[in-house]
């Protein structure tokens, strides 16, 4: 995987789907409805700066970025979040992302912060090697792969920043419910976050050879299986196929969580395109994703609504 593949998959996915939205019927218009999008979009973010609570500045940080970032003005606006609210994960985690994309911020106080207010959280520690363009520091990804193995869970707080930011907008009243979530997170898929890219090369190749560090690398794959998203869990898998034997127990526990998330996505992508992202629709998912705190389990819990099974059936190829 080369850097940036799965973010810039992601946004190009929710991008695809959301010009879609905003175009369906009217293709001759794409650059004029695109347009009159963005003048909304500035519209609500005027709106979420004028309500100046925390959930409010960290939606305009997060819309007002996506698709034009102001790198320097979205980490001033995260940062009034964050003093409004200093033990909002989710904020911070926001906070650190906006910090490694300004050269003058430095993340390491962002991730203690995160450490405190999240302990079991193991996502802080990628702060320090995630800035954008810098080479990774092999004493800081190796702290890194430490901190990770010894954590509980890997967590970026998706569920929860979708949640906050689309109810900030809508009480802005300035976009509906389908719009605000659409929109929510597109700009939260093109968020950048911190690189797994250093983590996932310092888990593989010759280096493994040291018992040590597979043994870490090991832990690592068991934290991020358990993350919040969907391409954390892929990257823990990614990881337990290079540390495990193949037709090992666990090696093969792995390649079946690939098959079993690749079939969750797709079916769980159909279900979304068959209600086209109906308000009703919108409004179910937004209400699962309040209650379950991560992108798998609610995945699954549409499959399931949906009375289809959340297991791959035998005949099912994976694409």
């Known amino acids: 995987m080369r850097k940036g593949t799965t973010k810039d998959l992601s946004s190009a996915l929710v991008l695809s789907g959301l010009v879609l939205l905003l175009c369906t019927g009217c293709a ?28 409010s500045l960290g939606a305009a940080a997060l819309l007002g970025q996506w698709p034009k970032a102001d790198p320097a003005e979205r980490l001033t606006l995260i ?3 964050v003093a409004a609210a200093p033990d ?13 994309q300004v050269e003058s911020c430095e993340p390491t106080p962002l991730a203690t912060q995160l450490q405190r207010v ?4 193991g996502a ?14 092999a004493p800081a990804v190796g702290k890194s792969l430490s901190a990770i193995a010894t954590s509980m869970r890997f967590d970026t707080y998706w569920n929860s920043t979708i949640v906050h930011t689309t109810n900030a907008i809508l009480r802005t009243k300035t976009m509906d419910l389908r719009t605000a979530f659409t929109a ?14 250093a983590i996932a090369n ?6 493994l050879k040291d018992p040590d560090l597979a043994a870490t690398c090991r832990q690592v794959a068991s934290v991020m299986r358990r993350g919040d998203t969907f391409i954390t869990e892929m990257i823990g898998v990614t990881i337990a196929k290079r540390v495990w034997p193949e037709g090992s127990a666990e090696f093969l526990d792995a390649a079946s969580a690939k098959r079993v998330a690749h079939y969750r996505i797709d079916t769980d992508g159909k279900i979304s395109f068959h209600h086209l992202w109906s308000s009703q629709y919108v409004a179910r998912r937004l209400q699962l994703m309040t209650e379950i705190q991560t992108e798998q389990e609610v995945n699954l819990a549409e499959i399931i609504d949906a009375r289809l099974s959340p297991n791959p059936p ?5 694409e």
Request: glycine share 10%; proline share 5%.
């Open 28 to 55: 001759a218009d794409g650059a004029r409805q695109v347009a009159a999008y963005e003048r909304r979009n500035q519209r609500t973010t005027t709106a979420l700066l004028a309500a100046g609570d925390a959930d």
């Open 79 to 81: 940062s009034r979040a």
């Open 88 to 100: 909002r994960p989710e904020l911070i985690w926001l906070y650190i992302g906006a910090c490694i």
């Open 118 to 121: 999240d302990p079991a959280n």
């Open 124 to 137: 802080a520690s990628l702060a320090s090697i995630g800035r954008a363009g810098k080479p990774s520091n």
């Open 184 to 197: 929510t997170i597109g700009a939260a898929a093109a968020m950048a976050i911190p690189s797994y890219q």
């Open 202 to 207: 310092a888990c593989k190749g010759e280096s």
């Open 314 to 318: 035998s005949g099912w190829t994976d």
